[in-house]
């Protein structure tokens, strides 16, 4: 998964994924903490600028529509995964680079399709 904030473009095993403005800035939220869990009050906060709600349908409809366009299977998703009661986690496993960096975990370069990127 390659994210290109500037542009708001988004490629996922070389090829181009079309986003909405919304489904980018939830993509780019998840992979800026990419590993941590991401709870669904941050990602309103952050995404769609609202400080309250009454419905995760909004989430859930867009996580919906981004798992589909980047490949990712809705009934289990290996991509971006729900933790129950706490949130969403783009896995690290997916990660290639954002803003042309490799993002650290925990100090470590996460790994990528089963290879570890050079530190």
């Given at each position: 998964?390659?994210?290109?904030?500037?542009?708001?473009?988004?490629?996922?095993?070389?090829r181009?994924?079309?986003l909405s403005?919304?489904?980018?800035d939830?993509?780019?939220?998840?992979?800026?903490q990419a590993?941590?869990v991401?709870?669904?009050?941050?990602?309103?906060?952050?995404?769609?600028?609202?400080?309250?709600?009454?419905?995760?349908?909004?989430?859930?409809?867009?996580?919906?529509?981004?798992?589909?366009?980047?490949g990712?299977?809705?009934?289990?998703?290996?991509?971006?995964?729900?933790?129950?009661g706490?949130g969403l986690?783009?896995?690290?496993?997916?990660?290639?680079?954002v803003?042309?960096?490799?993002?650290?975990?925990?100090?470590?370069?996460?790994?990528?399709?089963?290879?570890?990127p050079?530190p």
């Amino acid at each position: 998964m390659r994210l290109d904030p500037a542009s708001r473009r988004a490629w996922r095993g070389g090829r181009e994924v079309r986003l909405s403005r919304k489904e980018f800035d939830l993509v780019h939220a998840l992979i800026a903490q990419a590993g941590s869990v991401v709870t669904r009050d941050d990602l309103m906060r952050d995404v769609w600028n609202a400080t309250f709600w009454t419905s995760s349908k909004t989430i859930d409809v867009h996580l919906g529509w981004v798992r589909r366009k980047l490949g990712d299977d809705t009934r289990h998703p290996t991509l971006i995964t729900t933790v129950r009661g706490q949130g969403l986690r783009f896995e690290t496993e997916a990660i290639i680079r954002v803003d042309g960096v490799t993002p650290r975990v925990d100090g470590v370069a996460p790994r990528v399709d089963g290879v570890a990127p050079a530190p």
